[in-house]
């Protein structure tokens, strides 16, 4: 089928370069010129593994390009809108002018009685916005239906959660225009639906909350275990032993059970502000108002940490770090990727630098951004010149570069074996053997050096 991505960022991108790998003609459509530019010179504006790779060969094969002019959308039999949705600048609500300008700007294009088409909703909305733009499209002299087709992309996964997703979420309107998006839409995902992947037809209210309780249900199950983590730390108890024994109850599992520095990204955050200021809108602000305390766990997580490094480098939460050189291994607010959107990995770093230690950062794919975002910060070129010299190592992002860090090899270049684990990956025994004192949040405390030879 001949389709059109309106917004070739993340998620554009890769929604463009998946879709061509099934076979469809694709064209990708930014207002970014030198996004546009770098994408047709197949160059990957992001870091995002196997992206590269998948670029090159749709490409190669000549069933996608890129374009800035909308216009190219006019010949699409769908058009995926998959712009962002950011924070609002003075409110917690979603910042909803780009996803107006590409809606906008496909319905004055699309003015012929003769058009067909599938305008394609995959951004994440506040409820009730695909109702609003749905009236105006239906209203279009032609045939053109708006349907929600919400995104479940994990950053470090995309192209695999794009081609073998979870499920498959249609969010359509009712009678005669549902039913031609639905047959539109089997028919770009045909394969993925062959292979058996999971699909949901639904009304357009519903698809749109679907990706907002999602993100609000995971982000909640983050801050749950960091909140018990404060109450182990305050009871004396392990925090890693309760949440393994709760994860091994089925109704609850072990995933996102590992308490850190908390969740960030271009998502999470903004996802469940934006949420609680909709449902406020909507008179049921009542109803999630444990989301305020979910993003007030979520930002406390940050200060816990750096309080955790100021401790075990100079001894107490309160005292200064002037004099200290502290190795923080990760920026990105997660592994394989290079996205540096309100990472808590970066928040701490910079806490910490403001409480007076010298801080060198290394991040495998997010350095040029850290220079660009925190300039007072020290960037190095590798992990072995972020550690030299340092009194504290702190992990604060788990790239295996870092989890599968070997602590003897590390232990000739730091000033002091002190090691600090942000995100609950790394093995205490492994490091505590090699004589590294070992901290973590949620322990009642620190594991001391084994003696070694």
């Given at each position: 089928m001949r389709l059109a991505i309106v917004g070739c960022g993340y998620l554009g991108a890769v929604h463009a370069a998946a879709m061509a790998s099934l076979g469809h003609e694709v064209v990708g459509i930014d207002v970014d010129r030198a996004k546009v530019e770098s994408l047709s010179q197949g160059r990957a504006p992001f870091h995002e593994p196997g992206f590269p790779e998948l670029l090159a060969q749709v490409q190669g094969d000549g069933r996608l390009r890129f374009t800035?002019?909308?216009?190219?959308?006019?010949?699409?039999?769908?058009?995926?809108?998959?712009?962002?949705?950011?924070?609002?600048?003075?409110?917690?609500?979603?910042?909803?002018?780009?996803?107006?300008?590409?809606?906008?700007?496909?319905?004055?294009?699309?003015?012929?009685?003769?058009?067909?088409?599938?305008?394609?909703?995959?951004?994440?909305?506040?409820?009730?916005?695909?109702?609003?733009?749905?009236?105006?499209?239906?209203?279009?002299?032609?045939?053109?239906?708006?349907?929600?087709?919400?995104?479940?992309?994990?950053?470090?996964?995309?192209?695999?959660?794009?081609?073998?997703?979870?499920?498959?979420?249609?969010?359509?309107?009712?009678?005669?225009?549902?039913?031609?998006?639905?047959?539109?839409?089997?028919?770009?995902?045909?394969?993925?639906?062959?292979?058996?992947?999971?699909?949901?037809?639904?009304?357009?209210?519903?698809?749109?909350?679907?990706?907002?309780?999602?993100?609000?249900?995971?982000?909640?199950?983050?801050?749950?275990?960091?909140?018990?983590?404060?109450?182990?730390?305050?009871?004396?108890?392990?925090?890693?032993?309760?949440?393994?024994?709760?994860?091994?109850?089925?109704?609850?599992?072990?995933?996102?059970?590992?308490?850190?520095?908390?969740?960030?990204?271009?998502?999470?955050?903004?996802?469940?502000?934006?949420?609680?200021?909709?449902?406020?809108?909507?008179?049921?602000?009542?109803?999630?108002?444990?989301?305020?305390?979910?993003?007030?766990?979520?930002?406390?997580?940050?200060?816990?940490?750096?309080?955790?490094?100021?401790r075990a480098v100079a001894g107490k939460a309160e005292a200064g770090l002037e004099g200290y050189r502290v190795a923080v291994l990760g920026a990105a607010f997660k592994p394989d990727s290079d996205d540096m959107r309100d990472s808590p990995a970066l928040a701490v770093a910079r806490e910490l630098a403001r409480r007076g230690a010298e801080v060198v950062v290394y991040d495998p794919a997010a350095g040029p951004m850290v220079r660009q975002l925190a300039p007072e910060l020290q960037v190095a070129q590798s992990l072995s010149q972020a550690a030299t010299g340092a009194g504290a190592l702190v992990v604060l992002t788990e790239w295996d570069e870092f989890v599968q860090l070997d602590p003897d090899a590390v232990a000739g270049l730091v000033a002091r074996r002190l090691v600090v684990d942000g995100r609950g990956a790394l093995d205490p025994g492994r490091w505590t053997a090699a004589g590294w004192d070992f901290h973590r949040l949620g322990a009642p405390s620190p594991l001391a050096a084994k003696a070694v030879d």
């Open positions: 800035t002019e909308l216009a190219a959308a006019r010949e699409a039999e769908l058009s995926f809108v998959c712009v962002g949705t950011p924070q609002a600048p003075d409110s917690q609500a979603a910042d909803l002018s780009f996803v107006d300008a590409a809606l906008g700007g496909l319905l004055d294009l699309l003015v012929d009685p003769a058009d067909r088409t599938v305008v394609v909703g995959k951004s994440t909305v506040p409820v009730g916005t695909a109702a609003v733009w749905a009236e105006r499209f239906a209203a279009l002299p032609g045939a053109v239906d708006l349907v929600w087709n919400p995104e479940f992309l994990r950053e470090g996964f995309a192209v695999q959660d794009t081609l073998s997703p979870d499920r498959i979420v249609y969010g359509l309107p009712p009678g005669e225009s549902g039913r031609r998006a639905a047959s539109a839409l089997d028919e770009v995902y045909a394969d993925l639906l062959a292979a058996g992947v999971p699909k949901i037809e639904t009304d357009l209210a519903t698809a749109e909350l679907v990706k907002v309780a999602a993100n609000a249900f995971l982000a909640t199950k983050i801050s749950f275990i960091n909140a018990m983590a404060e109450v182990c730390e305050a009871a004396g108890g392990d925090i890693y032993e309760l949440a393994q024994a709760i994860g091994l109850d089925p109704r609850i599992g072990r995933r996102f059970l590992r308490p850190g520095v908390g969740f960030g990204g271009g998502c999470l955050p903004k996802d469940i502000r934006a949420f609680a200021a909709r449902a406020r809108e909507l008179g049921a602000g009542e109803a999630v108002e444990f989301l305020g305390a979910v993003d007030r766990t979520n930002l406390r997580a940050r200060r816990r940490m750096a309080d955790l490094v100021t």
